[in-house]
């Protein structure tokens, strides 16, 4: 089955959550004999209240279609947080479809009113992206930040592609694994909910030929889904600036959200933000989106 198949990334995630849980987190005693990190399989069994016969065909891909019931038993038993809870529920749906059994979908666009508060951002960095991290808008305070995003292919106006795949990237954040290892566990969370998602599927498949990070990330199956935080980026004009970023859903089909960064406006990172807003003034820049 191939990396992103429904049945065998069920299968994958149950395995990789095992493995990850000690047990003295779930009330268990280590014992000298134990060889394993994590759990056995009838012990994550016992605390889901099933048998280890039927959760050895989970984790072997077997068993197809788990019930609610028992997909929220596992959870608890693995301690999953709210995110891996909900993952763990798409991957077990999306085995159940095919994908020809999906409608055509037409590709996303992003609604007029969203491109006017973009525009009206003059300050505070702001994108649109999609599930599959793929950028679709921004605002100058934004490529000013990161990237020129108009000097790139459309094709690798992607966040997960330019944190794995782009020599700037690196540089630019001063945490890359977080960054890198956050826009994996997004592509994670889109391709269960949207398991048979073309472009996601391209996207992962070509990510994992040209980077061996992106690889190993990918296989220890982390995910999660839209959130809030914050990241320094190591500016090459202005420097160390620190800043919160928040994404909002826009209603829609596609689940596209808008990614707004903000900072105190008595920071320094304020400061060089302003500076750079007053200095793009008499700028002119075309977005092909915008047109």
């Known amino acids: 089955m191939s990396a992103t198949a429904p049945v065998s990334d069920l299968a994958h995630f ?14 268990l005693p280590r014992t000298g004999s ?32 788990p019930s609610p019931e028992v997909l929220d038993a596992l959870a608890t ?13 798409h991957l077990a749906a999306g085995g159940a479809h095919q994908a020809n059994d999906r409608a055509p979908v037409d590709p ?69 694994h977080a960054v890198a290892h956050s826009n994996v566990n997004r592509l994670r ?28 990330m990918w296989d220890k199956h982390d995910v999660r889904g839209p959130h809030t935080g914050s990241k320094t980026f190591l500016h090459p004009q202005a420097g160390p600036l620190q800043l919160d970023y928040t994404a909002y859903v826009i209603p829609g089909r596609h689940a596209l959200e808008l990614v707004v960064l903000t900072t105190d406006e008595n920071s320094p990172t304020y400061a060089a933000l302003t500076t750079a807003a007053s200095q793009r003034r008499d700028r002119v820049i075309a977005h092909p989106q915008w047109d």
């Open 14 to 27: 149950l395995r990789s959550r095992r493995a990850g849980l000690a047990p003295e987190v779930v009330g």
């Open 34 to 65: 134990r060889r394993l990190y994590g759990l056995r399989r009838a012990e994550v069994a016992a605390l889901a209240g099933i048998s280890p016969e039927y959760y050895t065909r989970l984790e072997q891909g077997r068993q197809r279609r």
């Open 77 to 89: 038993a693995m301690r999953l947080d709210e995110d891996s809870r909900r993952h763990l529920h």
């Open 108 to 176: 996303p666009t992003v609604p007029k009113a969203t491109l006017r508060l973009l525009r009206s951002l003059s300050v505070w960095p702001a994108h649109v992206v999609t599930p599959m991290r793929d950028i679709l808008a921004w605002n100058d305070a934004a490529a000013w930040l990161h990237v020129d995003f108009a000097s790139l292919p459309t094709r690798y106006r992607n966040f997960a592609w330019f944190a794995f795949c782009d020599p700037r990237a690196p540089d630019l954040f001063a945490d890359w």
């Open 189 to 216: 969370h889109a391709l269960a909910a949207d398991p048979h998602n073309e472009r996601g599927r391209q996207l992962v498949a070509e990510l994992a030929s040209q980077s061996s990070q992106f690889k190993a």
